[in-house]
């Protein structure tokens, strides 16, 4: 197998950022896993989501490059089931998106934004 570029992203890992800056533009700052799951199967008819484990670990990789935050929910507001782990995009993960979403729409040949904490 392959090992990937530095400073490059999955394919599931850029459509977890376009459907999280999605999500954001509809007023829905935070979200949990399965709600981005059922989101991304929603919008997007997601192929590339084969399992939880797979989302789990994209979304904590995600989280590593600065493109998403996350943190556990109010305790208060799980009311009887277990709390859920809240991601939020960051500034960087939304210009990650927006690039991505631009390139889409322009495919001629262009860098991919380097993430900040990676060395150039």
Do not use: N
Not at 2 to 22: D, M, N
Not at 55 to 76: F, H, M, Q
Request: zero cysteines; a positive charge.
């Amino acid at each position: 197998m392959a090992r990937r570029k530095p400073g490059t992203l999955l394919p599931l890992e850029t459509e977890i950022l376009e459907v999280a800056l999605s999500m954001l533009s509809s007023e829905q700052a935070t979200f949990h896993g399965f709600g981005l799951a059922q989101t991304m199967r929603e919008q997007t008819g997601s192929r590339s989501l084969t399992g939880h484990g797979t989302l789990y670990k994209a979304l904590s990789r995600l989280e590593e490059r600065g493109l998403l935050t996350s943190r556990w929910e109010d305790a208060a507001a799980a009311e009887g089931r277990p709390r859920r782990r809240l991601y939020e995009l960051t500034r960087q993960g939304a210009h990650v998106a927006e690039q991505a979403l631009a390139d889409r729409a322009d495919p001629a040949p262009r860098p991919f934004p380097r993430v900040a904490s990676e060395p150039a």
